[in-house]
């Protein structure tokens, strides 16, 4: 049974740039959440989707954007990429909102 | 989300048992408490979860005090690889069963020494 998974592992952008990253969950799950890690810090909530619908929002700006697919997989975009936007981007999965269970993340880098 | 308060830091010989402290007194009665851990770069692992009762897994045993106040995670037999940040969490109970955003604090760092 396969876990969350995201893509991709790595990527580097430049300041100004658009980033799209990915996430698919657990078998069986139809919730996607979104969390934002900056070096030394612990996970910060971005947001949440559920039924193709954006459930919960963090406090983040509307450069933050998201995306849930029919078949639960969902996007995060990042517009205008600041330096500050560097960071481990997390995905987590559940089943109606329950336990999620996270993915292994995307390191995005912005020079 | 119910305010936690975990120790910063926490050491433990290996093949010990780990207990790890979080005071939550802010706890609404339907509330869960969380425990999550994560290894240096990687993403958070799910430990366990209770209400009210101790709970056990293959990985840890949840203690939680009667009146809810605070709890305990005990990892029995301690390795190297249970180096980690662990994260003690209640998440406010969005309606229902569900659970939305997880607020993580600064959590314990546990380190194991051989």
């Known amino acids: 049974d396969a876990g969350v998974t995201q893509s991709p592992t790595h990527l580097i952008k430049t300041r100004g740039q658009q980033v799209t990253l990915r996430c698919s969950p657990k078998?069986?799950?139809?919730?996607v959440s979104w969390y934002q890690q900056a070096l030394g810090q612990g996970p910060q909530f971005i947001f949440q989707?559920?039924?193709?619908?954006?459930?919960q929002r963090g406090n983040f700006p509307d450069r933050f954007s998201g995306h849930q697919f029919p078949n639960y997989s969902s996007e995060l975009n990042v517009n205008a990429l600041l330096l500050g936007d560097s960071a481990l981007y997390l995905c987590?999965?559940?089943?109606?909102?329950?336990?999620?269970?996270f993915g292994p993340g995307t390191r995005l880098l912005v020079l | 989300d119910a305010k936690t308060t975990q120790p910063p830091s926490m050491d433990c010989a290996e093949g010990r048992a780990a207990n790890l402290p979080c005071n939550h007194s802010t706890i609404s009665g339907n509330e869960y408490v969380y425990w999550y851990r994560q290894i240096h770069s990687q993403g958070p692992q799910y430990i366990i979860h209770g209400l009210k009762n101790n709970e056990t897994n293959e990985m840890a045993s949840l203690i939680i005090t009667e009146d809810r106040k605070s709890s305990t995670l005990i990892l029995p037999h301690a390795t190297l690889r249970d180096t980690a940040v662990y994260y003690c969490?209640?998440?406010?109970?969005?309606?229902?069963?569900?659970?939305?955003?997880?607020?993580f604090g600064q959590g314990t760092i546990l380190t194991v020494h051989p």
């Open positions: 987590a999965s559940s089943r109606r909102m329950i336990t999620q269970y």
């Open positions: 078998s069986g799950h139809d919730t």
């Open positions: 969490i209640v998440p406010k109970n969005a309606g229902g069963t569900s659970y939305g955003k997880l607020t």
């Open positions: 989707y559920y039924e193709e619908e954006e459930r």
